[in-house]
Each structure stands twice: as C-alpha cells, then as structure tokens.
C-alpha cells in the first residue's frame, strides 16, 4: 500500500511559478511510474506528465511541454512538478499518482488527495 500526500499549491498570477510535491509513505515508490494529472472544474481528469522508476523517461502533454518538468528522488519517496510560465488554463486540481507507465489514470493504483492550483489572469 503507498499514501500520497501532494502539497505546493495555491494562487499565482500568470506567468508565474509553482513546485509541486508528492511525499509517499508506506511502500516506496521506486518500483512505480509516477504520474501527475489535473482536473480542473466541470472537466474530466487529465494527464499531465509521467516519469519513469529510472528518471530516465518522462513524457508530457503537449499543453505544458517545455514549461512543466517532472522529476523523482527515489530516496526521499517523492515526486516533483516544476511549473514555469504558469497559465490560467493551468488552474485545476492537481493529483500525483503511483503505478505504470501510462498516460491513462486506469494504469494508476495508488492517488494522493490533490492539492489546487490557480492561476489568475
């Protein structure tokens, strides 16, 4: 069993920044693929970015390539997801999930609660 727990969210202006984390307690999370996604109101869930158990492969959607950057430190059991030139279309809910490499959340066993982030225009 792994427990995700997200924080780092909140209010930014546009074009600002924002580091999100995901600290995982119970099993690590080193043997899994870490994913991010967001839901913004009244919109399905969607993925964001992933990273791979190796660090080696990440994969984005295309709305956040080359602003969003994903990473893992295996030893400390958590996630990031650095947010840069952050957009008010950016603002949802954003969740860190534990599973395999996918950009579907049916590939992902294990959620965090979610933390927000806006972004105002």
């Known amino acids: 069993q792994v427990q995700l727990v997200e924080s780092g969210g909140g209010l930014v202006q546009a074009g600002g920044s924002l580091r999100l984390s995901c600290a995982a307690s119970?099993?690590?999370?080193?043997?899994?693929?870490m994913g991010w996604f967001r839901q913004a109101p009244g919109k399905e869930r969607e993925f964001v970015s992933a990273?791979?158990?190796?660090?080696?492969?990440?994969v984005y959607t295309d709305s956040v390539k080359g602003r969003f950057t994903i990473s893992r430190d295996n030893a400390k059991n958590t996630v990031y997801l650095q947010m840069n030139s952050l957009k008010p279309e950016d603002t949802a809910v954003y969740y860190c999930?534990?599973?395999?490499?996918?950009?579907?959340?049916?590939?992902?066993?294990?959620w965090g609660q979610g933390t927000q982030v806006t972004v105002s225009s």
């Open positions: 990273i791979r158990r190796s660090s080696i492969t990440t």
């Open positions: 119970g099993r690590t999370v080193s043997s899994y693929t």
């Open positions: 999930a534990a599973g395999t490499y996918s950009r579907s959340s049916r590939s992902y066993d294990y």
